[in-house]
């Protein structure tokens, strides 16, 4: 009998995957395509079976592709620039590319080990010049279609990191990566105007039905569109006016003051007019705090001037409070204390009048009446019309025409979502193709003149300023334009910018002259199923829509959506927290190939839990998994090696094939389904090996179609999940090609037909057993069972039948 030896296994059909490009994806328009992504990884030195958990979901759905007959584009990718290689390059002395190549060796073995089914002809690096040169070409098609954009603004800044960071990269006030504090800094940086399509990136995601609910809601919630309107406040003491963004006119006659951003520009003028210490003390204060901090606890000062209400004339005081974001709407902020709660507590804490002008529909008490419902009222007649009375709706929408009618006010719509801030004062990132001349101030590198090259001799500071400014060579250039002499822009791109197109590239990585080949991005895109981590919802997913949806209006890509259905894993936790090399809880993929082999730790990550739950790592588990990995292994070998009978010996081999075809069935079913809910199709494997393990008298006596049929449904239905077992299997039974040549097996419905089926026996209402039946037996032939059950007929061999209420295949419930 033939043992098991995982790694001898994985080594041997790992190097024939690779020998014979098993897993290469041809341009061929004659098949049906299948296109399975995962995001691909940041470099960073070392996977473990946390990261391996996102590559052994998106291997199963490939391979199960495969099977079908699709033509499945399965690569593979390393998001290589960014923050961590140039923070080791200071601490380690190592230069960010050779500290990044070693890395990406490494992992790249260890997917291979794991036996991941990647086409990697097709594996790209975004920090090598031959990637990056269509990057740049991503920055000036958006620059030549007026997309970006260069101004001086507050923006956030990492001082651990020392780099700018977008809005969406800031998250409870902290940085993304590094997980410290983010605070504030102005400086001239490049912009993306991603607000431009925060309508079309909203309502396209009614169309991702392969999404989840709750990411899509999150690309909602950050978008965040506002309806209301624009009302200009008229500040007799600077003659100008103060304009306020609101989505509730209707509480425009409850004003009493209003609030302005530390950083609006009317609170320089106000310095300007009038000397004010407090003021002049409370600005440095609010500017040296996070966004998180000035939020949370609601802090103001008054100006000394006033604004008049455009409804009544009333003068309202304008105060600067820490609250108010300057980037969010105008920066100004109406306050109405008696339906808004942070209003209410504002002028709790500043003795500010409280004005109610809604009527509440229920009893308010030391709070704000924030509903939009209930009646106006203390308000009296507004352009001759008397309000109360009216509903607050209503209100609303008159108030707002009234205003527009006197060239005060007009409706608009706000977004939470800010521009996209790309700028980013480091080295290890895209050269940003513009430079600077005297003569033709701001000019974009020609295309042809792609890609503008990061310099290899750089010193690294981590000092805050972009290591490139230091490079005269890199610095000093000629104008594209003029011919004179010119600066090259310093700061680099934003890593996202990279990720936001890497997908298309895979289509053709080898195109020289263009990012991609047409044809064959119509061929494979869009991506079938993507696979991911949640915490990319608002990053990298809506980056990657915009630019494709940009690219779309160009004709540039065939998709508006470049990914049809997305699948968010969840972690791997050990000891209750996600595994971490920072928290010391990992499992490396090493010891466990080691130990039990890259099927096992594939397997026990794809059964614990539904591929989007977390799972808890569990020594007792994997060993279980391994243990039923031996025994369906030695299992198949058996009936590989079993005698064969002949047809009239055979005994029972439809309800046999019944059980192997109810697993076929169900595995089937989660891949067709997109649930993927794998830990319930291994449960099955087991349920089946279990059953045919308790059958092997009735398994042995199948004549050779119906064992070859057992045999060769035990080998697929395996497949996807332990790939090398598989194959090994497959080679054992005689077979020249490799598993994922040949096809999935089809269903034959008419094993799925129970002969025998059990159903619950009542008496008078009470369950007293159960007996097994012919299936759709009738009543005659059910009471004829009952009698031959003793347990059961005792109850009512000696009484009078009154009823017998019967469901077919279901119940039967006797009255005596």
Same mark, same amino acid.
């Given at each position: 009998?033939?043992?098991?030896?995982?790694?001898?296994?994985?080594?041997?059909?790992?190097?024939?995957?690779?020998?014979?490009?098993?897993?290469?994806?041809?341009?061929?328009?004659?098949?049906?395509?299948?296109?399975?992504?995962?995001?691909?990884?940041?470099?960073?030195?070392?996977?473990?079976?946390?990261?391996?958990?996102?590559?052994?979901?998106?291997?199963?759905?490939?391979?199960?592709?495969?099977?079908?007959?699709?033509?499945?584009?399965?690569?593979?990718?390393?998001?290589?620039?960014?923050?961590?290689?140039?923070?080791?390059?200071?601490?380690?002395?190592?230069?960010?590319?050779?500290?990044?190549?070693?890395?990406?060796?490494?992992?790249? !073995? $260890?997917?291979?080990?794991?036996? =991941?089914?990647?086409?990697?002809?097709?594996? *790209? &690096?975004?920090?090598? %010049? #031959?990637?990056?040169?269509?990057?740049?070409?991503?920055?000036?098609?958006?620059?030549?279609?007026?997309?970006?954009?260069?101004?001086?603004?507050?923006?956030?800044?990492?001082?651990?990191?020392?780099?700018?960071?977008?809005?969406?990269?800031?998250?409870?006030?902290?940085?993304?990566?590094?997980?410290?504090?983010?605070?504030?800094?102005?400086?001239?940086?490049?912009?993306?105007?991603?607000?431009?399509?925060?309508?079309?990136?909203?309502?396209?995601?009614?169309?991702?039905?392969?999404?989840?609910?709750?990411? !899509? $809601?999150?690309?909602?919630?950050? =978008?965040?569109?506002?309806?209301?309107?624009? *009302? &200009?406040?008229?500040? %007799? #003491?600077?003659?100008?006016?103060?304009?306020?963004?609101?989505?509730?006119?209707?509480?425009?006659?409850?004003?009493?003051?209003?609030?302005?951003?530390?950083?609006?520009?009317?609170?320089?003028?106000?310095?300007?007019?009038?000397?004010?210490?407090?003021?002049?003390?409370?600005?440095?204060?609010?500017?040296?705090?996070?966004?998180?901090?000035?939020?949370?606890?609601?802090?103001?000062?008054?100006?000394?001037?006033?604004?008049?209400?455009?409804?009544?004339?009333?003068?309202?005081?304008?105060?600067?409070?820490?609250?108010?974001?300057?980037?969010?709407?105008?920066?100004?902020?109406?306050?109405?204390?008696?339906?808004?709660?942070?209003?209410?507590?504002?002028?709790?804490?500043?003795?500010?009048?409280?004005?109610?002008?809604?009527?509440?529909?229920?009893?308010?008490?030391?709070?704000?009446?924030?509903?939009?419902?209930?009646?106006?009222?203390?308000?009296?007649?507004?352009?001759?019309?008397?309000?109360?009375?009216?509903?607050?709706?209503?209100?609303?929408?008159?108030?707002?025409?009234?205003?527009?009618?006197?060239?005060?006010?007009?409706?608009?719509?706000?977004?939470?979502?800010?521009?996209?801030?790309?700028?980013?004062?480091?080295?290890?990132?895209?050269?940003?193709?513009?430079?600077?001349?005297?003569?033709?101030?701001?000019?974009?590198?020609?295309?042809?003149?792609?890609?503008?090259?990061?310099?290899?001799?750089?010193?690294?500071?981590?000092?805050?300023?972009?290591?490139?400014?230091?490079?005269?060579?890199?610095?000093?250039?000629?104008?594209?334009?003029?011919?004179?002499?010119?600066?090259?822009?310093?700061?680099?791109?934003?890593?996202?910018?990279?990720?936001?197109?890497?997908?298309?590239?895979?289509?053709?990585?080898?195109?020289?002259?263009?990012?991609?080949?047409?044809?064959?991005?119509?061929?494979?895109?869009?991506?079938?199923?993507?696979?991911?981590?949640?915490?990319?919802?608002?990053?990298?997913?809506?980056?990657?829509?915009?630019?494709?949806?940009?690219?779309?209006?160009?004709?540039?890509?065939?998709?508006?959506?470049?990914?049809?259905?997305?699948?968010?894993?969840?972690?791997?936790?050990?000891?209750?927290?996600?595994?971490?090399?920072?928290?010391?809880?990992?499992?490396?993929?090493?010891?466990?190939?080691?130990?039990?082999?890259?099927?096992?730790?594939?397997?026990?990550?794809?059964?614990?839990?539904?591929?989007?739950?977390?799972?808890?790592?569990?020594?007792?588990?994997?060993?279980?998994?391994?243990?039923?990995?031996?025994?369906?292994?030695?299992?198949?070998?058996?009936?590989?090696?079993?005698?064969?009978?002949?047809?009239?010996?055979?005994?029972?081999?439809?309800?046999?094939?019944?059980?192997?075809?109810?697993?076929?069935?169900?595995?089937?079913?989660?891949?067709?389904?997109?649930?993927?809910?794998?830990?319930?199709?291994?449960?099955?494997?087991?349920?089946?090996?279990?059953?045919?393990?308790?059958?092997?008298?009735?398994?042995?006596?199948?004549?050779?179609?119906?064992?070859?049929?057992?045999?060769?449904?035990?080998?697929?239905?395996?497949?996807?999940?332990?790939?090398?077992?598989?194959?090994?299997?497959?080679?054992?039974?005689?077979?020249?090609?490799?598993?994922?040549?040949?096809?999935?097996?089809?269903?034959?419905?008419?094993?799925?037909?129970?002969?025998?089926?059990?159903?619950?026996?009542?008496?008078?209402?009470?369950?007293?057993?159960?007996?097994?039946?012919?299936?759709?037996?009738?009543?005659?032939?059910?009471?004829?069972?009952?009698?031959?059950?003793?347990?059961?007929?005792?109850?009512?061999?000696?009484?009078?039948?009154?009823?017998?209420?019967?469901?077919?295949?279901?119940?039967?419930?006797?009255?005596?």
């Amino acid at each position: 009998m033939k043992t098991l030896n995982f790694q001898e296994i994985e080594r041997k059909w790992q190097k024939y995957w690779e020998d014979n490009q098993i897993y290469k994806a041809v341009f061929d328009k004659t098949k049906p395509k299948y296109y399975v992504l995962e995001m691909f990884p940041y470099p960073s030195g070392q996977l473990h079976m946390g990261h391996a958990r996102n590559y052994c979901i998106g291997d199963a759905i490939a391979r199960y592709y495969l099977l079908k007959g699709y033509n499945v584009l399965h690569p593979i990718g390393w998001d290589a620039f960014g923050l961590p290689a140039e923070n080791a390059a200071i601490k380690h002395k190592i230069h960010p590319k050779k500290w990044t190549d070693n890395n990406i060796e490494n992992m790249r !073995k $260890q997917l291979k080990q794991l036996g =991941i089914s990647y086409d990697w002809s097709r594996e *790209i &690096n975004t920090s090598l %010049p #031959e990637y990056y040169k269509f990057t740049q070409w991503m920055f000036l098609k958006l620059y030549e279609n007026d997309m970006v954009y260069r101004k001086k603004g507050i923006v956030n800044w990492c001082a651990y990191c020392n780099t700018v960071l977008a809005n969406e990269q800031v998250i409870d006030g902290k940085c993304w990566r590094c997980h410290n504090i983010v605070g504030k800094k102005e400086l001239e940086q490049w912009y993306v105007r991603i607000t431009k399509y925060a309508d079309s990136l909203l309502s396209e995601l009614d169309s991702l039905e392969g999404w989840s609910d709750y990411v !899509k $809601q999150m690309q909602r919630n950050w =978008i965040g569109k506002s309806s209301g309107a624009k *009302i &200009n406040f008229r500040v %007799p #003491e600077l003659n100008e006016f103060l304009e306020v963004f609101t989505t509730r006119a209707d509480t425009l006659p409850g004003v009493t003051f209003i609030s302005i951003a530390p950083e609006h520009p009317m609170v320089r003028k106000i310095l300007e007019k009038n000397s004010n210490p407090e003021l002049d003390l409370y600005l440095r204060r609010s500017m040296s705090l996070t966004t998180t901090e000035r939020t949370k606890e609601k802090t103001g000062v008054f100006t000394g001037l006033y604004a008049e209400n455009p409804l009544n004339g009333n003068l309202i005081p304008i105060w600067v409070a820490n609250y108010v974001l300057v980037d969010y709407a105008t920066g100004a902020v109406m306050g109405v204390p008696a339906h808004d709660q942070r209003d209410y507590e504002f002028a709790k804490v500043y003795n500010l009048p409280i004005i109610p002008v809604i009527m509440p529909e229920y009893e308010v008490e030391n709070a704000a009446y924030e509903e939009s419902k209930g009646k106006m009222f203390n308000v009296g007649f507004v352009g001759g019309i008397l309000v109360d009375g009216m509903d607050c709706n209503d209100f609303r929408k008159f108030v707002v025409k009234y205003l527009e009618s006197r060239g005060i006010a007009k409706e608009d719509i706000n977004y939470r979502l800010k521009d996209w801030l790309i700028s980013r004062q480091r080295y290890w990132g895209a050269p940003i193709p513009i430079v600077y001349c005297d003569s033709c101030g701001v000019v974009p590198v020609p295309f042809e003149d792609l890609p503008v090259m990061l310099p290899d001799d750089i010193e690294i500071t981590g000092k805050g300023d972009s290591p490139l400014a230091y490079s005269s060579e890199f610095v000093n250039t000629l104008c594209p334009k003029c011919k004179g002499k010119a600066k090259r822009e310093t700061d680099t791109m934003d890593t996202f910018v990279c990720s936001s197109w890497y997908f298309w590239r895979y289509t053709s990585p080898n195109e020289t002259d263009k990012p991609f080949d047409p044809e064959e991005l119509g061929y494979w895109m869009p991506v079938d199923q993507y696979i991911g981590g949640i915490e990319h919802a608002v990053m990298h997913l809506l980056y990657s829509r915009f630019m494709s949806h940009f690219l779309y209006d160009l004709g540039v890509v065939p998709t508006k959506e470049p990914f049809k259905n997305l699948l968010n894993q969840g972690m791997v936790c050990k000891d209750g927290k996600a595994m971490s090399k920072s928290l010391g809880n990992i499992v490396s993929i090493e010891e466990i190939i080691e130990k039990y082999g890259a099927d096992t730790g594939r397997v026990f990550e794809l059964f614990v839990a539904p591929p989007e739950k977390d799972i808890e790592w569990s020594d007792n588990g994997i060993e279980g998994v391994h243990r039923f990995l031996n025994r369906y292994f030695k299992y198949c070998i058996e009936l590989i090696n079993s005698e064969v009978y002949n047809h009239d010996q055979e005994v029972d081999h439809k309800r046999i094939l019944n059980k192997v075809y109810k697993s076929l069935y169900k595995i089937t079913e989660e891949f067709e389904t997109q649930r993927y809910h794998f830990n319930t199709s291994i449960a099955s494997l087991m349920e089946m090996l279990n059953y045919l393990e308790d059958n092997k008298d009735s398994v042995r006596r199948l004549n050779i179609k119906h064992k070859e049929i057992l045999i060769n449904i035990l080998i697929k239905v395996l497949a996807p999940f332990a790939p090398h077992i598989a194959e090994e299997l497959w080679s054992l039974w005689g077979k020249k090609d490799s598993v994922f040549k040949d096809k999935w097996p089809d269903i034959n419905t008419e094993y799925l037909v129970e002969e025998k089926i059990t159903i619950p026996v009542q008496i008078n209402g009470k369950l007293r057993g159960q007996i097994e039946i012919e299936n759709n037996a009738e009543i005659d032939q059910i009471m004829d069972c009952i009698k031959m059950d003793h347990k059961i007929y005792k109850h009512i061999s000696d009484k009078t039948i009154k009823n017998i209420i019967f469901v077919k295949n279901k119940i039967v419930n006797i009255i005596v």
